[in-house]
């Protein structure tokens, strides 16, 4: 099983509409990411989180220590948004989830 | 500042032979790491360094090996490639604040 699953795997949504992307992990950690994932294949950072909340732009991430839980909204979603959402968590090294592919349809 | 410059973006082996791929920051970052993704699976962790002179294991090292002689230089070399290595390989490094910046990406295939 893997230490980091994200849901959903596969998103669709209209553009303008609020995304959540969820991210669970088993262990405690130190640190969490989220990463963007262009078609292209290159991968971009959005957020480290510790704790609490994090805010850039239309992009805003969450983390709950205790639940073991963090979540990566994006407001008035747009067609560029279209990528793969990666979660990882800090356990020593970085353990990564299978990514959240989400497509923003015009 | 070019960021991390990983090279080649394609590359395609037969079964045996060695290659090296390249990874260059000019960032100064001290940690640098190489990963693989397949499909269905997330990134996974090969070998990473904590600076010049210092290497370790990760998750899949079998088949890989590294060296750090420079800050700025983080090559990963293919012993005797195998199809079990098709994959897509990123390098990345991280700074104090834990951002991490990560190559472009070397798509591999070994025939």
């Known amino acids: 099983k893997n230490e980091v699953e994200q849901s959903p795997q596969n998103l669709t949504a209209q553009e303008g509409e609020f995304i959540t992307i969820n991210c669970s992990y088993s262990v405690g950690i130190s640190a969490l990411h989220w990463l963007q994932q262009h078609p292209g294949g290159g991968i971009v950072s959005l957020f480290m989180l510790s704790s609490g909340k994090k805010k850039h732009g239309r992009l805003i991430a969450t983390i709950n220590i205790q639940e073991k839980h963090s979540s990566l909204h994006i407001t008035a979603s747009h067609p560029r948004d279209s990528a793969v959402y990666i979660c990882?968590?800090?356990?020593?090294?970085?353990?990564f989830g299978e990514g959240t592919q989400l497509t923003v349809n015009p | 500042n070019a960021g991390v410059t990983q090279t080649p973006k394609f590359q395609v082996l037969k079964t045996g032979q060695s290659m090296t791929l390249q990874c260059a920051q000019d960032?100064?970052?001290?940690?640098m790491s190489w990963y693989r993704q397949d499909p269905g699976m997330g990134l996974r962790l090969i070998h990473y360094s904590v600076g010049a002179g210092i290497t370790d294991q990760g998750e899949v090292p079998n088949g890989y090996n590294v060296s750090r002689s420079t800050t700025e230089d983080f090559p990963l070399r293919l012993l005797s490639a195998a199809p079990s290595q098709t994959s897509v390989y990123f390098c990345?490094?991280?700074?104090?604040?834990?951002?991490?910046?990560f190559g472009s990406g070397t798509q591999l295939s070994v025939l």
């Open positions: 990345a490094s991280r700074d104090t604040g834990e951002k991490l910046f």
């Open positions: 990882a968590v800090r356990v020593g090294g970085l353990t």
């Open positions: 960032m100064n970052h001290e940690y």
